[in-house]
Nanobody, 119 residues
Framework: QVHLVESGGGLVQAGGSLRLSCAAS????????MGWFRQAPGKEREFVAS????????YYADSVKGRFTISRDNAKNTVYLQMNSLKAEDTAVYYC????????????WGQGTQVTVSS
């Protein structure tokens, strides 16, 4: 497994931007599919974005397409989520997750970072 630590959350006004970072331990970071999920109060955790090891394959939830960008720096063992044009409905705890090569599920999770968007 890989250990994940998120950072970069905070309070921002609607229309603003934030960049989340997720630092991972482990020498095989580049082999993992990395993803971002979020959970708003009273709601189920939902998928936000994911990327393969090379970022040539990226996927986004419809609700964030065109506003969020996932990227990764394998040399730094870090994955990012650039969030632009933030909306109040983006308010949630954001989690970083790792899916090992050959697996069909995200098995390692960070502790989460709070993002609050004020309208």
């Amino acid at each position: 497994q890989v250990h994940l630590v998120e950072s970069g959350g905070g309070l921002v006004q609607a229309g603003g931007s934030l960049r989340l970072s997720c630092a991972a331990s482990g020498r095989t970071f580049s082999s993992y599919i990395m993803g971002w999920f979020r959970q708003a109060p009273g709601k189920e955790r939902e998928f936000v974005a994911s990327t393969s090891w090379s970022t040539s394959n990226t996927y986004y939830a419809d609700s964030v397409k065109g506003r969020f960008t996932i990227s990764r720096d394998n040399a730094k063992n870090t994955v990012y989520l650039q969030m632009n044009s933030l909306k109040a409905e983006d308010t949630a705890v954001y989690y970083c997750a790792a899916q090992p090569s050959g697996s069909r599920r995200f098995s390692s999770w960070g502790q989460g970072t709070q993002v609050t968007v004020s309208s």
